[in-house]
RNA sequence: UUCCCGGUUGUGUAAUGGUAGCACCACAGAUUCUGGCUCUGUUAGUGGGGGUUCGAGUCCUCCCCGGGAAGCCA
């Protein structure tokens, strides 16, 4: 396969190719032009990946640029976090800009357009603007200022510029069409005025350019060649055109995406906002948010977020992506790399009678049974042991081949135990499982060659260590968190999106890894250590995702 | 009612006008010192009607369905 194949062939890339070959571009420079308004989210890496990807796979660039025109809701804090964001995504940018370094040139082809006639200055005020705008249905209707003089226009544009005015006394608008189908093009306003201080500018300017103004124009400065956004854009196209048309300059070609979707995932920007300051989560980087913050602190992986978008493609269709593909990724990954280590979660001491007491002996067990260069690490195992709750019954079910009266199962790495009997408390409870070793057993198989179908982990009583898990699962109980309509998200929140085990005991190899550390805990899933609350000595464990369950989807039916 | 965009198995995504493929999910089985991983297999799709063509998911046409558009947000 040659290259230019393995690039790939999604639309976008098929069109960028078209237009190498075209001649109509030599080179690829693209953009990912975030507005610092808010932490970035999972759907937002979709076009991080693509705007940055694209640039790769076309040994072209891509700039970072904060499309920052609004400075009543941006500042830098957002910047500093995005910036972060991109880079532990894994994308490495030619070039921060901002929008908001092109006010000048903005401004001087603003008047370079009112001087041609191509744009005016309105002194309606915001609602008879709504008003003359009409609706998708019927024409719009031409302000009584669109006939200014350009001379008149002129002066008030400067003195708009001068701060002489009042917020929302003026405005600058294209000269369309008010009667144009698509509404973008009546007369679209171009400048607005906003005595407010901005996050790099100060107060040096107080009109401000909309986003429909500064977007092109931004990305023909940069000789950007593709300019990649949402179908939410695709309306706007037109627009852009006209503006790069009028004013003769270098002219990108933007595409429009559909954005990302994913089940039991909620991404408007507002309304995570909400979440965090009405504390139904904890922050921002709360594991259970899809920013990249929260999945970051989940144990979710650069890497893993990246196959899945590679998985789930691009079109022009709106799309609800299942989110179990993204934990498929995930596990994929983590598979292959990620540590075994042994943690009970709900810890039933099991009592190896015959098993001499005092003693203890050392068992050599696989780091990763996929990757042998993972070495082994010793574990520890004595008379009295603690296997999972779940892992005994006193009735087993057809199948069950976990531990149960008579019945004998392998412990990891360990010794074959059949269990004799169980001791209780006055309520009734069970407390404690008896069970006996078979000494030909050692290492997990015997003589015999027996079959043995389960397999149980499990943590030595002398030296297990008591930790803290965070069993993360979805926020939502709801599929469709796009469409809402009147219905509130709050409604939606899954009571057991965070449960916290405080009593989960796991083996001494588990403790002692870096924060941020991905292990696999055997039977249960993929967790990492929590990169803000463990303390030394004292791990936190968060879950990614669990492994799959057949047998769990097997007894639920 | 206007303009723009879209519609391929449950989900997502492929198919110079020439055998509708891949992945996830689901299901069945094999294997297994993780009921994990791996392996094998199965179910299931071109929104509808006309037309062009030897041949249409692909081109034309009409219809149906879905989404977007009336911010001085991006």
Excluded at 384 to 409: A, H, M, N, Q, S
Aim: charged letters at 25%; aromatic letters at 10%.
């Amino acid at each position: 396969m040659s290259d230019s194949q393995s690039v790939g062939t999604d639309f976008i890339r098929a069109r960028i190719v078209d237009d190498l070959n075209s001649g109509r571009f030599s080179r690829v420079q693209t953009r990912w032009p975030p507005e610092p308004n808010g932490y970035i989210h999972i759907g937002h890496a979709k076009g991080i990946w693509l705007s940055f990807g694209i640039a790769e796979d076309f040994a072209g660039a891509c700039k970072l640029r904060f499309d920052d025109t609004n400075p009543t809701r941006e500042n830098q804090e957002f910047v500093t976090a995005i910036e972060e964001d991109v880079r532990w995504l894994g994308y490495r940018w030619q070039e921060v800009v901002f929008a908001s370094d092109y006010y000048q040139q903005l401004f001087d082809w603003a008047v370079q357009l009112i001087e041609v006639g191509s744009a005016y200055v309105d002194s309606l005020s915001r609602e008879q603007i709504s008003a003359y705008r009409g609706t998708p249905t019927e024409p719009g209707r031409d302000s009584p200022f669109r006939d200014r003089t350009i001379g008149e226009s002129l002066d008030l544009f400067n003195r708009m510029r001068a701060g002489e005015f009042a917020d929302g006394t003026h405005v600058l608008r294209a000269k369309i069409d008010m009667a144009h189908p698509n509404i973008n093009m009546r007369d679209p306003v171009m400048y607005r005025i906003l005595h407010a201080h901005h996050h790099r500018t100060g107060d040096a300017w107080c009109i401000y350019p909309t986003y429909d103004w500064a977007h092109g124009q931004s990305d023909s400065i940069e000789g950007v060649s593709h300019s990649i956004c949402g179908l939410e854009f695709e309306n706007h196209r037109p627009l852009y055109d006209w503006f790069l048309d009028q004013l003769g300059v270098w002219h990108p070609q933007q595409i429009e995406y559909n954005n990302l979707n994913i089940t039991y995932t909620m991404m408007s920007k507002r309304r995570l906002r909400a979440l965090v300051e009405e504390r139904i989560v904890d922050g921002w980087d709360d594991p259970r948010m899809p920013t990249l913050r929260g999945m970051r602190r989940r144990g979710y992986t650069p890497t893993a977020i990246r196959a899945f978008l590679e998985k789930v493609g691009l079109s022009k269709t709106e799309v609800m992506v299942d989110a179990g593909l993204l934990d498929f990724c995930q596990r994929e990954e983590l598979n292959r790399v990620a540590p075994r280590v042994m943690v009970v979660l709900d810890p039933i001491k099991v009592v190896i009678s015959n098993y001499p007491d005092g003693r203890q002996e050392t068992f050599d067990a696989e780091n990763n049974p996929e990757d042998p260069a993972a070495g082994t690490r010793a574990i520890t195992f004595s008379r009295e042991i603690y296997i999972e709750r779940d892992d005994f019954t006193e009735d087993p079910p057809p199948k069950y081949f976990r531990l149960f009266p008579g019945g004998e199962v392998r412990l990891k790495h360990a010794y074959y135990i059949t269990c004799t009997d169980v001791i209780r408390d006055q309520s009734g409870r069970i407390v404690q499982v008896n069970a006996t070793y078979d000494p030909e057993s050692r290492g997990g198989q015997t003589p015999d060659a027996r079959k043995v179908k389960g397999t149980l982990h499990w943590v030595n009583a002398a030296d297990a260590v008591l930790v803290e898990v965070r069993l993360f699962d979805r926020l939502w109980t709801r599929e469709d968190m796009v469409n809402l309509g009147d219905l509130d998200f709050r409604d939606f929140v899954n009571p057991e999106s965070r449960v916290t085990v405080t009593n989960a005991l796991a083996e001494p190899g588990a403790i002692g890894f870096d924060p941020g550390t991905r292990l696999q805990f055997m039977r249960h899933g993929y967790f990492c250590v929590d990169e803000i609350d463990t303390r030394p000595g004292a791990p936190v464990f968060n879950r990614t995702t669990s492994l799959r369950d057949t047998w769990a989807k097997a007894s639920n039916r």
